[in-house]
């Protein structure tokens, strides 16, 4: 098995305490050297910062459409741990561990919301293996 880590650099601002399509972020797994992806997600972190009325934990949802309705990560709770200087940038990080096999998804799309208050996304890293 090969590692593969995939980070996108975000733009999304204003994530609050609701889900919303339009602030979704498009995670490329880069599977198009094959016909069927075949691996394992195992870890994805959150860079927030500009938090905003005290978020303390973010929810994630991953789905294999721009709606999030065909869900492959259900919805998933993290402590956002902030920075030792600061309290306006910080990470969610989450622990995945689940084989995913798909011959139509090559991108994926993930939702979050905050618990309360705002945060921006500067960038997503998801890892995962794939046999060589």
């Given at each position: 098995m090969r590692i593969l880590s995939k980070t996108i650099t975000s733009s999304?601002?204003?994530?609050?305490?609701?889900?919303d399509v339009n602030k979704k972020i498009d995670v490329d797994l880069d599977f198009n050297f094959r016909s069927v992806f075949n691996g394992i997600l195992r870890g994805l972190w959150i860079r927030?910062?500009?938090?905003?009325s005290s978020p303390t934990a973010m929810t994630?949802?991953?789905?294999?459409?721009?709606?999030?309705d065909k869900i492959i990560i259900p919805d998933t709770d993290s402590?956002?741990?902030f920075g030792?200087?600061?309290?306006?940038?910080?990470?969610?990080?989450?622990?995945?561990?689940?084989?995913?096999?798909s011959s139509?998804?090559?991108k994926l799309y993930l939702f979050?919301?905050?618990?309360?208050?705002t945060?921006?996304?500067d960038s997503v890293t998801l890892t995962y293996e794939v046999t060589s």
């Open positions: 999304v601002i204003g994530v609050s305490s609701t889900m927030v910062s500009s938090a905003a994630i949802r991953l789905a294999e459409d721009t709606s999030g402590a956002i741990a030792l200087t600061t309290t306006s940038s910080g990470a969610a990080v989450y622990s995945i561990d689940m084989r995913y096999v139509e998804a090559e979050l919301n905050t618990d309360t208050g945060v921006n996304i």
